[in-house]
């Protein structure tokens, strides 16, 4: 796919859906508080989310569609750095926390790329070069998390809640 068939408004959108995959991910931070390796408080909104990956995704869905159709992708961060009060710095330092290994499958240093390569692609957008976009946008679709791709975490978590996946997804 020539990902600037969709550029410019298809960018945000696909950055909206990566902000919302990182986003959903930090509520498993839920595992690091319990064992008393971080503070509860500052992550109330994470720990507050449905513990079910999809009641939590059918969660974000709002923020999401709002983000998606903003005309920057700074307005878009910006929108879950307000509804959550975290930035996306603090969303890689929560990944980058040395005690996921002892959290199983949840969360972890995985995700401190999928969080580089939304940012990443948050600033190729703002920056507004064409070639650093399609790297950016492309990197994303191809990163990996704990245990499996970004892309098909995406549309298994859409098909399970009925929304339909941006085609840069499938």
């Not at 960018?11 to 959903?24: F, I």
């Not at 498993?28 to 449905?50: D, Q, T, Y």
Request: proline share 2%; with cysteine; net charge positive.
């Amino acid at each position: 796919m020539v990902i600037m068939d969709v550029y410019p408004t298809d960018m945000v959108k696909v950055l909206a859906d990566g902000l919302t995959l990182v986003y959903h991910e930090a509520r498993n931070v839920r595992h690091l508080v319990k064992a008393e390796h971080m503070p509860a408080i500052g992550w109330e909104h994470f720990s507050s989310l449905p513990k079910n990956r999809v009641e939590a995704w059918r969660a974000f869905q709002d923020v999401r569609k709002t983000a998606a159709v903003e005309q920057t992708a700074d307005k878009a961060v910006k929108l879950f750095e307000k509804k959550f009060a975290k930035s996306l710095a603090n969303l890689e330092d929560l990944y980058a926390n040395p005690h996921w290994k002892h959290a199983g499958a949840f969360g972890g240093h995985a995700w401190c790329s999928v969080t580089t390569a939304v940012t990443s692609l948050r600033d190729a957008i703002e920056r507004g070069e064409v070639g650093e976009i399609e790297s950016a946008t492309q990197s994303l679709l191809k990163t990996r998390h704990n245990n499996g791709a970004v892309r098909d975490k995406i549309a298994e978590l859409d098909r399970e809640i009925g929304v339909q996946t941006g085609r840069w997804w499938r």
